[in-house]
């Protein structure tokens, strides 16, 4: 079986963070990049806000950077899904695409977060035919149509912003009576002129026929209905941690991430760590999740050369 020192999953600015660092450190690792290579950030149009690229950066382009930056410093980047974990004894035994077994002496992890979905039978029927949860994966797709978009938080707002850019008219559907995004996004939302907010409403089913979406059915606080015509709706009302193959290993948190140590990246398995969305639900960004990846390596690293004396 195929032995490594230091096994990082996940390819998001967390594990390629924690991959230069530990390849900096001599701790030769591995990084399985996931069924998402580059995770969220690839899925991004301008991140204005990461320091030190005054003229703002893509996303792809930046996740292909650090990926380089990893790989200049000998990191081992491969594709592939780690589909199960035994975390019961060191080394660690993990099984990638449900076959291969290898065994780690540490582990990164480093998965980040997924788009929540309403969880409506039609909306299932409809995914990718008029129903996303990436408006800039796929609103191209809808230039010159009318759209909705699903949340109240920053990604809806922003996804909104984006949208209104190509499409003709934006639907933001707000389940409360107020955005909880932040006043800037708020601002940007209300000063444009094809975003209509309908505040109190929640979407009851989602139409269409085989050619994909046509419109969707409302309800409002009082209970009454509205139908809206549309080609697509986006679905921005958060994210759920990617921590399905470690439930019952590593200590969780009630809504999934994982708990860590505070202030450190250690988990409730010696030699398990965490960096990133995985273990955050309140900060997600990218900068947060690249700092902690550093975090990361650096407990690691320090893991490994306490276990090796
Ligand atoms: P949030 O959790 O902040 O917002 C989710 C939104 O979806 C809320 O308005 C919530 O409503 C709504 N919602 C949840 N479930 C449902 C449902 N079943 N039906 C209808 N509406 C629903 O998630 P975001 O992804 O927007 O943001 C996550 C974090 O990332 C935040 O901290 C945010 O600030 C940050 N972020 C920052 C950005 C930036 O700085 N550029 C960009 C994007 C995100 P309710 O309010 O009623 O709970």
Redesign the pocket.
């Known amino acids: 079986m195929e032995k490594i020192k230091c096994l990082i999953i996940g390819s998001g600015p967390a594990g390629f963070t924690a991959a230069i660092y530990a390849s900096r450190a001599n701790l030769a690792p591995v990084l399985y990049e996931g069924i998402t290579p580059g995770g969220q950030l690839t899925t991004t149009t301008e991140?204005?806000?990461f320091p030190g690229y005054p003229e703002g950066v893509d996303g792809p382009k930046m996740m292909d950077d650090l990926r380089r930056q990893a790989q200049r410093f000998g990191t081992d980047v491969r594709s592939g899904m780690i589909t199960s974990v035994d975390l019961s004894h060191r080394p660690f035994v993990v099984t990638v695409n449900g076959e291969q077994q290898i065994e780690a002496e540490s582990l990164i992890v480093s998965t980040g977060a997924t788009?929540?979905y309403?969880?409506l039978p039609s909306e299932e029927k409809f995914k990718g035919m008029g129903v996303s949860a990436c408006a800039t994966c796929d609103g191209f797709f809808y230039r010159k149509k009318d759209v909705a978009v699903?949340?109240?938080?920053?990604?809806?707002?922003?996804e909104a912003t984006y949208l209104a850019t190509l499409c003709r008219q934006v639907y933001l559907?707000?389940?409360?009576p107020?955005?909880?995004?932040?006043k800037a996004?708020q601002e940007r939302v209300m000063n444009t002129p094809n975003i209509k907010v309908l505040f109190e409403h929640?979407?009851a089913e989602i139409l269409g026929d085989e050619s994909g979406v046509t419109g969707a059915l409302l309800r409002n606080g009082q209970g009454e209905q509205t139908k809206i015509d549309i080609a697509g709706i986006f679905m921005?009302?958060?994210?759920h941690p990617n921590t399905e193959i470690f439930a019952g290993q590593l200590e969780l948190d009630g809504e999934g991430y994982i708990k860590t140590v505070p202030g450190t990246s250690k988990t409730s398995v010696e030699g398990v760590f965490a960096a990133g969305d995985v273990k955050d639900p309140?900060?997600?960004?990218a900068i947060v999740a690249a700092g902690s990846g550093c975090i990361a390596a650096m407990d690691c690293e320090r893991f490994l050369s306490s276990t090796s004396h």
């Open positions: 991140i204005e806000n788009a929540k309403l969880g699903v949340g109240g938080g920053d990604t809806a707002c922003e559907i707000v389940r409360k107020y955005l909880r995004a932040s996004m929640n979407t921005a009302i958060g994210h309140s900060y997600r960004q």
